[in-house]
Antibody
């Protein structure tokens, strides 16, 4: 069973860069046809898809965040990561990493991390 | 972006009774080449990530009780819980994966009456 775990700072200063890592266990991140996603949830904006990356570094970003987001993958560590720059208080949210299962289609999220709260605060 | 609108925002149902949650998309999420609706339903309990219940609008995820069912096509979808159990108290979300950016409904909070 694939498991995901987010890690990273829980506090980020405004205008700085939010950086999170998702560690994948129970399966290889290099499985073809699977995409690895970041999703965030805040009281004000609900659930918001940030973007995905494949093991071959194929990426797709939400246009609302595209200018500030970078997703990277490290297949040697079975991890993928999120960088969001120039953060403001509006970026305060619980950040989830999530993956599909290859059965229900790209963009459906069977596997989720537990989520990590990131607060933008000076 | 495809806008997903759920109704109602909250719902209170007696134990053992039927609960129905609706989801409407601003454009069709039916992919005609494979006749699949790219619509998924999630259940989220406090302090937990969403859990996938239904995909392709009507296919139950493995291990999901058969009291949960999904229906609909094109732009109008429904999640039905045939006989509400106490453990079904949660927020339910629909999400389209027909096109990026993938988008979610605002959620429906289900409570016991």
């Amino acid at each position: 069973q694939v498991q995901l775990q987010e890690s990273g700072p829980g506090l980020v200063t405004p205008s700085q860069t939010l950086s999170l890592i998702c560690s994948v266990s129970g399966g290889s991140i290099s499985r073809g046809g699977h995409y690895w996603n970041w999703i965030r949830q805040s009281p004000g904006k609900g659930l918001e898809w940030i973007g995905y990356i494949s093991y071959s570094e194929n990426t797709n970003y939400n246009p609302s965040l595209k200018s500030r987001v970078t997703l990277l993958v490290d297949t040697s560590k079975n991890q993928f990561s999120l960088k969001l720059n120039s953060v403001t208080a509006a970026d305060t949210a619980v950040y989830y990493c999530a993956g599909d299962n290859g059965v229900s289609g790209i963009g459906s999220f069977e596997h989720w991390g537990q989520g990590t709260l990131v607060t933008v605060f000076s | 972006d495809v806008v997903m609108t759920q109704s109602p925002d909250s719902l209170a149902v007696s134990l053992g009774e039927r609960a129905t949650i609706n989801c409407k998309s601003s454009q069709s999420v039916l992919f005609r080449s494979n006749n699949k609706n790219y619509l998924v339903w999630y259940q989220q309990k406090p302090g937990q990530p969403p859990k996938q219940l239904i995909y392709w609008a009507s296919t139950r995820e493995s291990g999901v009780p058969d009291r949960f069912s999904g229906s609909g096509s094109g732009t109008d979808f429904t999640l039905t819980i045939s006989s509400l159990q106490a453990e079904d108290v949660a927020v339910y979300y629909c999400q389209q994966y027909y096109t990026t950016p993938y988008t979610f409904g605002q959620g429906t909070k289900l409570e016991i009456k």
